[in-house]
């Protein structure tokens, strides 16, 4: 049986830190599915359709990741595409009772899908999408923290924002 996990998340932007993540995970699982799901508590910077054109730019060298969006329960995405696997990254302890709370929630909708977390690297143990946005914001320099592709975007997005 293949081994397909979904990685899901809200990646707005995508960061080093999530590309970490998808392309180890890329090396594990016979194909990982990037999902965009939408999230109700965060208003996006990135319209779906951009996040997942930055996301297939800088995943463009996996063969086997595919980037797709869903609107509703990650469990049935997963059904949909035969994962049998959900990929997670985890970063500082912060992370990890919302994570415990979602992986009981996943596992109580579907007992056969099984939640693997990877350990980011210490590297991107302080960055989000959030802290990105924040700074790229007032012009800091973020090329260590995001893809070129996503730099770029950002940059567009601010100037044409203020
Ligand atoms: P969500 O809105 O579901 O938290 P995110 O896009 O913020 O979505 O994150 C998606 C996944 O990527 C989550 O598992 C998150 O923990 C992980 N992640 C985010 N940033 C990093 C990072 N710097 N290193 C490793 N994993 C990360």
Redesign the pocket.
């Known amino acids: 049986m293949a081994s397909i996990a979904v ?6 932007p995508i ?1 080093n ?2 590309l ?2 998808i392309q180890r995970g890329a090396q594990v699982f016979d194909k990982v599915y990037v999902v965009i ?1 939408s ?1 109700s508590a ?1 208003a996006p910077l990135f319209s779906v359709n951009e996040r997942m054109d930055l996301i297939r730019e800088v995943t463009g060298h996996l063969p086997n990741v595919e980037v797709d969006h869903y609107n509703g329960l990650l469990v049935e995405y997963a059904k949909s595409v035969n994962a049998n696997a959900i990929l ?4 500082a302890v912060s ?1 990890f009772e919302y ?1 415990m709370q979602i992986t009981s929630m996943n596992r109580a909708l579907d007992e056969h899908l099984e939640t693997f977390f ?1 350990m ?2 210490s590297q ?2 302080f ?3 959030s802290i990105v946005k924040e700074v790229a914001k007032y012009g800091a320099n973020i090329s260590a923290l995001v893809p070129k592709a996503v730099e770029r975007a950002l940059q567009r997005k601010f100037e044409l924002g203020s």
């Open positions: 990685c899901p998340g809200s990646f707005d960061t830190g999530h970490d993540i799901l999230n965060k997670r990254g985890l970063r992370d994570e990877m980011t690297n991107y143990s960055l989000s999408s």
